[in-house]
């Protein structure tokens, strides 16, 4: 993004503030940083706190050091975010000029052996009259709720540092409201403070505050290192003719091997664009959500693009999460794959894989596309906890309080439970009833990083089989969506929201899951290869024992024919049924992908008129 570096920048988005930066001295709440859970948080809070009227005029400060929102991987989201920024105010047709439209999740899964052994499970997302689900620009989306935060009250503040270890002297003293030390960039080497009644830690995996209380701890066993890259798709060749059934770009696709799994996300990338006119043209189109406007009276995402002078291009972001004892060559051997360590190990394992291989021959990486030395990204050693996320009057939100993998995209849409149940409690923590308040916030977190980790490595060692890693999903979904409080999500409104983002967690809370996951961990527990043919039969035996007990119960139902490829209402794998509910189709002029809503006829992204807007159900 332009001015990216540039104090400039921090001014300007500073200047968006109703409150000057000089002024504060004091605010109820101080969150440090400034990115997704953040400003979730503090978006929530205001309005909870608006609601029930227990402040007059709450304050709510983010201090964020950069200087604008930049670059951060993450870019697939799933209901629950749709949910949340539907329930608090922003419509699908502003999301949908701004991000790639998604249709759910698909699945493949590789036999390094035999390249025509293929196992496949696609499922839909949410309808387009509901929520939308995502491919999001990071950077983007916190501009977008950045300024959303202002425009409500909450004061976000670029290019302002915390002194952690000079703020942490009044943290931990239940007698005192907490001191923050802040330098800024008008004031390099001064520092000011800030006086708050909680603090917040919202800086991601660094844990600037929570690493006060305790280091973050590691699972036994395997974790899981990332790299990855952009890329442009070879747009002479049809999609439909990759070596994967049934690929389509608007899911967020999943190539799974026994080492790990690759994700391939289509996304359009505004980098490069200055930010006063990323900012006049996201104003612009909250203000046309403020009127609630027609989505068809939205201009489309290139004349957004022409009109306010930006650059607007599709990418493909690529890249694998694999195993940490995945064993590669000898570095000398390796260096024929690249450059340097993330291409290498990327090249290496996709020339294991012909249907990798085939699909990476239609792409060409972009070089530096997020500035200089940023084709290539690595981050290692990915699952971690943090065992103390709460204080009496400070909290750890978001992946401060704990991640584990980014399959099934849990660092958003799973944590943002614990932003959401933190600004829930934010009235009662303002109202003298700290303790009590943080010893429920740790209570919830409690556990739910284990949940999504035993998810995770339940999903991994399914890999180890094309036969065995569609079960995973298929748990996932049952499990997952299949519950009461997935079912009736449709009508929440803001007052419900809250109890329906904290109860959910893939499924993995669900004692049926449990079960089932730690019986098949049991079984397929070993190296990052091949599963035997007599283990994976015994877990496809077990899970069809314990599907069956699990629908049984009546817990979980849904129109599973509508929702999933290849699988009938009553959940029973038959391969000649590749239909499901069509909820997205190809623009008919530039043949992007559209989410089908009965009364949007506009693509979002050229702005042609279709004649197909209607939702197909499966029968």
């Not at 709720?145 to 290019?159: E, I, K, M, P, S």
């Not at 000898?330 to 291989?357: H, V």
């Not at 035993?454 to 997952?480: D, E, H, I, K």
Request: proline share 5%; glycine share 6%; net charge neutral.
């Amino acid at each position: 993004m332009a001015l990216s570096s540039s104090p400039a920048s921090s001014e300007f988005l500073n200047a968006q503030n109703k409150k000057a930066d000089k002024d504060i001295v004091q605010s109820d709440i101080v969150v440090v940083g400034g990115g997704i859970h953040s400003l979730i948080y503090s978006i929530h809070a205001l309005k909870r706190l608006n609601l029930n009227s227990c402040l007059q005029s709450p304050s709510i400060t983010v201090l964020e050091k950069s200087h604008s929102p930049g670059y951060k991987i993450g870019e697939s989201t799933l209901t629950t975010f749709g949910l949340w920024l539907k329930t608090v105010g922003i419509g699908s047709a502003l999301l949908w000029r701004l991000f790639g439209p998604k249709d759910g999740l698909a699945f493949y899964y590789l036999n390094p052996e035999d390249p025509d052994d293929i196992g496949t499970f696609s499922a839909n997302g949410p309808s387009g009259d509901f929520v939308p689900t995502l491919q999001i620009e990071r950077s983007v989306s916190e501009l977008l709720l950045t300024l959303y935060a202002q425009r409500l009250g909450v004061t976000v503040l670029h290019g302002h540092s915390v002194d952690i270890d000079a703020t942490a002297a009044s943290l931990f003293d239940p007698s005192k409201t907490v001191d923050v030390k802040v330098t800024t960039e008008k004031q390099r080497g001064i520092s000011t403070s800030i006086e708050a009644k909680l603090l917040v830690d919202a800086t991601g995996r660094f844990r600037r505050l929570a690493s006060k209380t305790s280091p973050r701890t590691r699972f036994p066993g395997f974790n899981t290192d990332s790299f990855w890259a952009y890329f442009e798709f070879d747009s002479s060749f049809d999609e439909r003719n990759l070596p994967f059934p049934c690929y389509e770009s608007c899911n967020t696709n999943h190539i799974c091997l026994p080492e790990g799994w690759a994700w391939i996300i289509r996304l359009p990338s505004w980098e490069g664009s200055p930010l006063p006119n990323l900012v006049k043209m996201i104003n612009f189109l909250l203000d046309l959500n403020a009127k609630n406007a027609h989505p068809d009276d939205y201009p489309p995402a290139t004349e957004l693009a022409r009109r306010f002078d930006l650059k607007f291009r599709w990418v493909v972001s690529i890249g694998y999460a694999l195993r940490s004892d995945v064993i590669y060559p000898p570095d000398a051997d390796l260096q024929k794959y690249g450059t340097c360590e993330a291409e290498r190990k990327f090249n290496w394992i996709t020339s294991r894989y012909e249907r990798m291989t085939a699909l990476m021959s239609r792409h060409k990486l972009i070089h530096d596309l997020y500035g200089p030395k940023t084709t290539w990204f690595t981050r290692k050693t990915l699952t971690y906890d943090s065992p103390v996320v709460a204080g009496h009057n400070w909290a750890a939100i978001g992946d401060a309080a704990g991640f584990t993998n980014p399959l099934y995209s849990p660092g958003i849409n799973c944590n943002m439970a614990t932003s959401v149940y933190l600004a829930e409690l934010t009235p009662r923590c303002l109202a003298g009833q700290g303790k009590g308040a943080m010893d429920e916030y740790a209570t919830f977190c409690k556990g739910r990083v284990e949940n999504l980790h035993r998810m995770n490595v339940f999903n991994y060692l399914l890999m180890r089989s094309p036969r065995t890693g569609p079960l995973g999903p298929l748990w996932q979904y049952l499990c997952g969506t299949g519950n009461r409080t997935w079912q009736t999500m449709r009508h929440c409104t803001f007052e419900e929201v809250a109890r329906t983002i904290m109860a959910w967690e893939w499924g993995s809370d669900r004692e049926e899951y449990i079960a089932f996951a730690k019986e098949a961990i049991k079984l397929l527990e070993g190296p990052a290869c091949l599963a035997p043919d007599e283990v994976v039969e015994k877990v496809v035996q077990l899970s069809e024992i314990r599907l069956r007990q699990a629908v049984e119960t009546g817990k979980y139902k849904s129109r599973w024919a509508g929702l999933l490829r290849w699988y009938d209402d009553e959940l029973v794998r038959r391969e000649e049924k590749p239909g499901r509910d069509v909820l997205a189709r190809r623009c008919e002029t530039c043949g992007n992908w559209r989410i089908l809503r009965d009364d949007v006829r506009r693509c979002a992204t050229c702005g042609a008129v279709n004649e197909q807007t209607a939702i197909v159900r499966y029968n």
